[in-house]
């Protein structure tokens, strides 16, 4: 089934379902609604058709009407939900169906039980539909809302406090009327305590909504100078930034910025930021952000820093962050040497290029981050630019945005719609305000832009934009953009025609350049009228100019805002014009023109004798003239579609009115029925106050004597309490040496025990060390023997080593003298190889006796090594007795 036969399905039920509340028909619509939820319905209010509405407008009906059951309720509410996913769905919903109060009805209704699905379902929705939208203390349920809020809060049911808590937030913040009613509750300083516990939860999202919360209410007060005090500020600060960088998700992000935009707004707060010692590395990591492709994410992050924008403090902070690390990446070895290189700054650069790439972002719903990047760079490069000395870092920076920027100003389609038209004027306007900017600061910034814009360029653009100067329709607004930004790019040609090689001006011929400088000449913005004027004087100059045609459409102008600003003062009601009348009277001009034209021509061909130059004079003025007649006709055309689009929203703003009058009268009505029961309460506590004064009166006498009783029993009881505290004290005092004396009568026996314990243990002790004592003396009695009989050994070995060490040096005396041998007898090889032969037997003789020698003296070390361990070991033992007399060193 497609939607267009659900819509007339669901639209019968509803109308079945109001004529009888059956079962069968309750069952037939949910099941309707459900399956309209099943298909896709996103962009089904933004499409204009009118089934769609009128579904929507009977499902708000049922919901709000407390007899319909709760399950349907929560089938209707569900598709409600799928219908608000888009900010136009949003836009729909808040003002034309009056939803917040549907919503808050059904939310009141079940404010008995909040557990139910329906309650957090409904309050979900409302959240997302009061999000930056002003919700008025006169909608109905408002009040009972807040209270249903501010119980939930205080009752920590965490299953359903943070849609509560995401909701009190929409609806305190930037709403002065809400935040009086909330802090005129008696039981607010409750509710406030609730919110500052909140502070410690462990969920990011609850402290994000806690802060925002108690920032719109308490910002201003006592208890917010202390939360947001120079103590506590800088944390505050580091939490929220953590919370934008490392939050739970969109939505945490989303609220975190708004909070610090909106403290960003205290002038105190705003210059504790601009001292705060972290700032910068922030501002790096929320810069991080703009790397991700979350249109939603960045469009925050961009928001936060135009906010950081409007502090004259931070805006030089701005720009240190952002051009600085960027440059440094494009320019490569001397931004690192600046800045300390490193991979820092290439984290930093990719940040300031994600800032860039923004600017023409291929994600879908990228539009506004496009031009929230636009109004970013134009105020850093505004204050980055405003100095004497422009760095080179803002001009690398500068050097490498120029190819985007201008690449936004290609891309224009007509047959895209209206829609693709207004985005592309937008940015268009952006684009160029930007790019004179840059042009009107230095000379280095002038040059660059000359260098990267073409002639074929503007020509292109403007040929673009002449030709959507005339959208279809009645839609002023639209064509109001199309000629600034048409403007915009006449003002940019015209600055760099000096720079810039064959910059034509040709443009200014076509008669389709009057719409624009008219609606500039004519406009109320000071802007508009001095590049209007600017253009003119460049313009008029020129040959063929369309003078005359420029001068019929600013008369044309001036007429229609005098008759606007006489009816506007007359306050005379727009009355019907019928379109056929002035068709038929522009019909009946252009006739007559036409057949004086004929007329013309007729004559001139009777006159073959008139020049022919004064003819092509006179035909070209009736040209101008007949131009002039099209264009006023145009003209009046569409300012009969204003009226008509006037007189629509009169009518709709009429019947709002009648509606919010009718509902200013009931609240009056009620407000006097509250008025006369307060009138009779009061006459009622009149009278029990006369009473009251009486009985007041005479309790007033037996308080004076029981005042006097009360004085002399007072002085009894001060004697009474100084004559016990003294016995209190003698007591105490009594007790305490009692105590003290019978404890140290324990210490002292218990010292004595262990006195005589340690006694008697230390005498057997002396008796096992004597007897140790004696047999250690003859053990070393017998090893000083020994060691007198090894050190006479020892001295025989050292000796033996001596001898051994001699025999050891003649032999190598011995070695070096037949070396020398060998090499005289090698000189002399051929006559002596027999006595060669028996050298040689002689030295290998020699070398086996040196072998054998060194076997010898490494055995007699080993025995020397064991000695002296030996020597060690009888030293140890002997406790040191005989320490000189051993030499360890051998």
């Not at 049922?62 to 409600?80: K, Q």
């Not at 490392?246 to 935009?261: E, H, I, Q």
């Not at 020049?611 to 009736?622: A, F, L, N």
């Not at 009783?709 to 305490?736: C, I, T």
């Amino acid at each position: 089934m497609d939607m267009t036969t659900c819509l007339k399905s669901l639209l019968l039920a509803v109308q079945q379902y109001r004529d009888g509340r059956t079962t069968h028909n309750a069952a037939q619509l949910q099941k309707l609604v459900e399956e309209v939820s099943a298909l896709k319905c996103d962009q089904l209010l933004s499409s204009g058709q009118v089934m769609p509405r009128e579904c929507v407008r009977g499902l708000v009906e049922l919901a709000g009407n407390p007899n319909t059951s709760p399950t349907l309720t929560s089938s209707i509410v569900s598709l409600l939900s799928q219908l608000a996913c888009d900010d136009d769905g949003l836009e729909i919903l808040n003002s034309r169906y009056n939803l917040t109060s549907t919503l808050a009805s059904v939310v009141h209704c079940h404010s008995a039980t909040p557990e139910e699905p329906l309650v957090l379902q409904c309050l979900q929705l409302l959240q997302r539909l009061t999000y930056n939208t002003r919700v008025f203390q006169s909608t109905n349920y408002i009040h009972e809302l807040v209270a249903f809020l501010m119980t939930t809060i205080q009752s920590h049911n965490d299953d359903i406090i943070v849609p509560c808590l995401g909701l009190m937030v929409n609806l305190c913040r930037d709403n002065r009327s809400v935040q009086r009613h909330i802090k005129s509750l008696d039981h607010v300083k409750p509710f406030y305590r609730t919110l500052i516990n909140f502070l410690a939860h462990n969920s990011l999202t609850v402290v994000v909504f806690t802060l925002s919360i108690l920032a719109s209410l308490t910002l201003n007060e006592k208890v917010g100078e202390k939360l947001f005090d120079a103590k506590n500020i800088h944390q505050t600060f580091q939490l929220v930034f953590n919370i934008i960088v490392n939050g739970d998700g969109t939505l945490t992000r989303k609220y975190s910025v708004d909070l610090l935009v909106d403290l960003l707004k205290n002038p105190k707060i705003a210059e504790y930021l601009t001292r705060y010692q972290h700032f910068s590395a922030c501002v790096s990591k929320v810069l991080g952000l703009l790397q991700s492709k979350d249109p939603d994410s960045a469009a925050k992050v961009l928001e936060l820093l135009l906010a950081m924008c409007s502090v004259s403090g931070l805006r030089p902070l701005l720009c240190e962050v952002v051009f600085r690390p960027a440059a440094g990446h494009k320019l490569g070895g001397a931004g690192r040497s600046r800045r300390g290189g490193g991979a820092d700054d290439g984290r930093k650069a990719e940040s300031g290029l994600a800032l860039v790439q923004w600017l023409s972002s291929p994600v879908e719903g990228a539009e506004s981050c496009s031009l929230q990047a636009l109004q970013l760079l134009n105020e850093l490069l505004e204050e980055a630019l405003g100095g004497e000395a422009v760095s080179e870092c803002v001009l690398s920076f500068v050097e490498m945005s120029l190819p985007v920027l201008l690449g936004l100003l290609s891309g224009l389609d007509p047959a895209q719609g209206d829609a693709h038209l207004r985005k592309h004027c937008h940015r268009v306007a952006h684009v160029t305000s930007l790019l004179l900017d840059i042009l009107r600061r230095t000379d280095s910034t002038r040059t660059l832009v000359s260098r990267q814009v073409s002639a074929q360029l503007g020509l292109s653009q403007v040929e673009a934009l002449l030709s959507c100067c005339h959208p279809s329709g009645s839609d002023n607004d639209l064509g109001q953009l199309c000629a600034d930004a048409l403007l915009k790019t006449l003002e940019l040609m015209s600055k760099l025609r000096q720079q810039v090689k064959d910059m034509e001006t040709s443009f200014y011929r076509d008669q389709r350049i009057v719409t624009p400088l008219s609606l500039a000449l004519t406009s109320h913005h000071r802007e508009r009228v001095q590049t209007g004027l600017s253009l003119l004087m460049e313009a008029t100059p020129l040959p063929d100019f369309p003078s005359l045609v420029l001068g019929e459409s600013l008369a044309a102008n001036n007429a229609y805002r005098q008759r606007e600003a006489e009816l506007s003062v007359k306050r005379i009601a727009v009355q019907e014009v019928p379109p056929s009348s002035i068709l038929d009277c522009s019909s009946g001009s252009s006739r007559s023109v036409h057949g004086l034209v004929d007329k013309m021509q007729n004559g001139f061909e009777l006159q073959e004798h008139v020049k022919d130059t004064h003819m092509s004079q006179i035909i070209d003025v009736y040209e101008q003239k007949l131009s002039a007649f099209a264009s006023k006709e145009s003209r009046l055309q569409d300012l009969l579609e204003a009226k008509a689009l006037a007189l629509s929203q009169a009518d709709r703003l009429i019947a709002q009115y009648l509606f919010e009058r009718a509902q200013a009268e009931a609240e009056a009505c009620q407000l006097g029925s509250l008025l006369k029961e307060a009138e009779r309460r009061r006459e009622d506590l009149q009278g029990q106050l006369s009473s009251q004064v009486l009985e007041a009166e005479l309790a007033k006498a037996d308080i004076e004597a029981l005042l006097q009783h009360n004085a002399r029993l007072q002085q009894d009881s001060e004697k009474h309490q100084s004559l016990k505290g003294v016995y209190n004290a003698l007591l105490n005092r009594s007790e305490r040496l009692l105590k003290e004396l019978q404890a140290s009568h324990i210490s002292l026996t218990k010292q004595s025990d262990a006195l005589r314990k340690n006694h008697e243990a230390l005498q057997l002790q002396h008796e096992k060390t004597a007897s140790g004592l004696e047999e250690r003396e003859e053990e070393v009695r017998s090893l000083s023997s020994e060691l007198l009989q090894k050190d006479s050994d020892i001295a025989g070995l050292h000796a033996d080593l001596r001898a051994e060490e001699e025999k050891l040096q003649e032999k190598d005396r011995e070695r070096r003298d037949l070396e020398e041998t060998v090499d005289v007898l090698r000189k002399e090889l051929n006559k002596t190889e027999q006595a060669r032969k028996d050298a040689s037997i002689k030295a290998s003789s020699l070398e086996l006796q040196k072998s054998q020698l060194e076997a010898k003296l490494k055995q007699k070390e080993d025995e020397l090594s064991k000695h002296s361990s030996m020597i060690a070991m009888i030293h140890s033992l002997s406790s040191g007795r005989a320490k000189n007399d051993v030499n360890l060193s051998l």
